[in-house]
């Protein structure tokens, strides 16, 4: 199919924003699932005639750092506008939303497929404007909730750039964690605060223009987005193939058949009426406003992921892994920075492999996330600078690490209470290894003949008799001076 069929795809991302109160009233912003329905609304979000919106500052700022995030050029005049359309969940009869001026324009994400590439997405525009209720429809009617209504809405809109399924996937996944990053959104998908539309086509290559697009709606995971983008494609590459033509419609997503089906025709542009919302100003936006609002900006993912190679020698896998989830980030940060200043606890590589490794594993088991526990940056430098000093060997490190998740201790008193010092004492060992090889003629002979690799055995038996606490170091060196001994004898 790809060889005959170019696909063209754009994605409209729409995020609510997580400020506390609604877009254009002091309403709460209140969890969509959990609070009871229509218990966080006013005369405004009802849409009350004469009732006046005011716009939120917060929401601005907000949608001015993603904007930034994304390389868009900001507009200093905004206008609000009226998007009029009927439908219950729509109480004022109009939504209000930017439409000729979003706050920004001209932006660009760079993705990262699968294969190690990068690949450019423009962002044609980003623009604020209000959430609307939530309907549910059963058996006898429908029953509409306006806690949503007014909750400020951002919508992210691409060029046409996407080309597969695996794109649009990187892309709506880098998009959420940037959007994470800024503290704008929570990403959670299954509850609808982020909503991913992808308009699908397919054009025969080497032609310039665009094919009719349908628009894919109701996806509630990332790999949905992929499978059913995919889906799409195949679909249309067959209806041409047939000679048929494309129907410009919405879709929407079969779970359980796993193919994509027309929810609504859309034959002719929707006509929304817009036009300049007369109850709102214009937002000016000025030069420092915007400088301002960069200044709040975190380190983003991608900086982070490359500056965790170039400075760290990680691996883009281990970048990649530690930059996901900006929480675990910023606890590695803090852990590298504490490291750095007391110049112990192994360099970022190590730090990294041990919450990588060991602490994920530990919070997978624990069924909780780095922030949900009583282990601080530098208590795992603490743990690592004793295993630098050979005061603990690994093994006993990670005993003492789940110790110190479950507790909140600090590893030298686990160490000291349990007696898990590693054990360093050299007559103590030169004793052990002297019994052993009193007690094993055979493997010692054969070592001596030329087995030496039995000496994994001899270093093996003694970790056992010091129940794993002896310095394997020093066990190596003194097992062969002790057996060298023997020969000599
Ligand atoms: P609308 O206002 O109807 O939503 P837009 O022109 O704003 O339409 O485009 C919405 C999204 O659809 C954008 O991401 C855009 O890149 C994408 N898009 C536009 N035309 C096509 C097409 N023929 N095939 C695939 N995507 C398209
Ligand atoms: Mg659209
Ligand atoms: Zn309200």
Known sequence: MLERYEPVIGLEIHAELLTRSKMFCGCRVVDSVEAAPNTAVCPVCLGMP?????????????????ALALGCEIQPYNIFARKNYFYPDLPKGYQISQYELPIGRNGALNITLSDGATKRIGIR????????????????GSLVDYNRSGVPLLEIVTEPDIRSG??????ATRIRQILRYLGVNTGDMEKGVLRIEPNISIRPRGSNEFGTRIELKNLNSFRVLADGTDYELRRQADLLDAGGHVVQETRGWHETRRETFS????????????????????????EAWIESARATLPELPQAKEARYRDEFGLTPYEATALADDHVVAEWFDAAVVTADAAEAGGNPKVIANWILNDLFRLLNERERAINQIDLSPSSLVDLLSLVARGVINQNTAREVLA????????PAAIIEERGLGQISDEPALVALIDDLIAANPEPVAAYLGGKENLLGWFVGQIMRATRGQGNPAMINKLL???????RSM
Request: hydrophobic share 35%; aromatic share 6%; proline share 5%.
């Open 50 to 66: 004469g009732m006046l919106p005011v716009i939120n500052r917060r929401a601005v700022e907000f949608a001015l750092r993603v």
């Open 403 to 410: 110790e110190m998740i479950d507790s909140g201790r600090a």
């Open 480 to 486: 062969r001076q002790r057996l060298e001994h023997r």
């Open 125 to 140: 525009r980003v623009h604020m404007e209000e959430d609307t209720g939530k309907l549910t429809h059963l058996d006898g």
């Open 166 to 171: 695996e794109e649009a996937r990187a892309y």
């Open 263 to 286: 929810q609504r025709a859309k034959e002719e542009a929707e006509d929304y009426r817009y036009f300049a919302e007369p109850d709102l100003p214009p937002l000016l936006i000025d």
